[in-house]
């Protein structure tokens, strides 16, 4: 096979009209090749922690199109959480991911190599895998046919510290408390007490956190401190051992205080050396990891950590 391939070479090569056609395609390709020198490169520093983050676009208008619950519609956010556990599952080096509302935040571990640390690359693989993830998993959890292609915008956020890394997942945090506490205090007074929207609205300017609560717990019985903590706290996706599962690696989602210094505590495998905890659920096991333990990917999450991505 060899040497026919090396006499169909020296057939090729001594035919002038081949070589010809093969010094025109040099020259043409030469010619052109400078504008390569265009494309910026978009190395990412090392040593920096990668944060991903990913938000619906027009999500406002999304949810109502498709008659999401309000304040918050469980199924829906559970898509959501189920598209990030797909990109969580494409890159080993994903070490913890952030979800609440439309918007969604990966971090990647500081050395990750994945696609030699160049931006673009990460970022609109990250998008587009969300998106297009989201879109294969709405059937799974929403009964309502999609009407139209949802669509991301992504950024990426560089933090030196680690300092800055937890203070930028307080931030989303945060945000969650300050946007439920206001939303379910909102729909309260629309749904349940018939006021308009503008109503709702005057009713709530100016209050603090403390009012809101208390309006909540007066005039709905509400204690706000038991409504589910996924509405609460968001979604903390991260890789972990599952203990009722003879220890089978998944994605778990978990829906703790990440602002506390307890939460770093308790998962260490976050900032530390990368070795993924253990986990188990009194209440059996979420959907989410249910499904994620029945399918073909389960054989591969026994593996060791590996990043998949490491190419260009
Ligand atoms: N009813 C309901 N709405 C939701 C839920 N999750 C997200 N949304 C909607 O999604 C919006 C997300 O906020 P933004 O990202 O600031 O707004 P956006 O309309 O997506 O606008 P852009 O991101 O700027 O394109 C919320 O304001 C809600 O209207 C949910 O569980 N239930
Ligand atoms: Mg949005």
């Known amino acids: 096979m060899r040497s026919l391939g090396f006499l169909n070479n020296l057939f090729k090569f001594s035919n ?42 027009k999500f406002h208008k999304f949810s109502k199109t498709h008659d999401f619950e309000k304040p918050n519609d469980e199924n829906a956010l559970n ?3 189920a598209a990030a556990t797909a990109v969580m599952q494409e890159f080993r080096d ?6 609440q509302s439309d918007e969604y935040s990966f ?4 050395e990750t ?23 294969m998993q709405w ?11 949802p669509c991301f915008d992504g950024r990426v956020v560089l ?7 937890r203070d930028y997942l307080s931030w989303r945090q945060a945000d969650v408390h300050v946007n439920n506490l206001y939303n379910t205090a909102f729909w309260k007074l629309v749904l349940g007490k018939g006021l308009s929207n503008q109503q709702a609205e005057e009713r709530l300017r100016g209050t603090f956190s403390a009012d809101k609560n208390e309006l909540l717990f007066q005039e709905f019985g509400i ?30 989602p978990l829906h703790e205080d990440l602002i506390s210094s307890q939460f770093w505590k308790n998962h260490t495998e976050i900032l530390g050396k990368y070795v993924p905890g253990s986990y188990s659920s009194p209440d059996g096991l979420p959907k989410l990891v249910e499904i994620q333990l029945n399918d073909n990917h389960s054989e591969q999450e026994d593996d060791q950590p590996q990043n998949k991505a490491d190419i260009s």
């Open 16 to 57: 002038p009209t081949f070589s010809l056609e093969l010094s025109i395609r040099r020259m043409a390709c030469s010619r052109f090749e400078y504008v390569k020198s265009f494309e910026q490169d978009d190395s990412i520093l090392p040593n920096v922690w990668i944060v991903i983050r990913v938000d619906g676009k």
């Open 139 to 149: 059937p799974r959890w929403k009964s309502v046919p999609l009407a139209y292609a």
């Open 79 to 81: 898509v959501m959480n």
């Open 223 to 252: 204690n706000y401190n038991t409504l589910p903590a996924m509405y609460r706290k968001g979604t903390i996706l991260l890789r972990k051992r599952v203990v009722d599962r003879k220890g089978r690696q998944a994605i778990v």
């Open 113 to 135: 190599t994945a696609f030699k640390r160049r931006s673009a690359k990460l970022l609109t693989y990250v998008t587009s895998l969300f998106s297009s993830s989201y879109v």
């Open 107 to 110: 971090v990647f571990r500081k």
């Open 94 to 99: 994903i070490v913890l991911a952030y979800g």
């Open 159 to 165: 933090y030196p510290s680690d300092e800055n890394l």
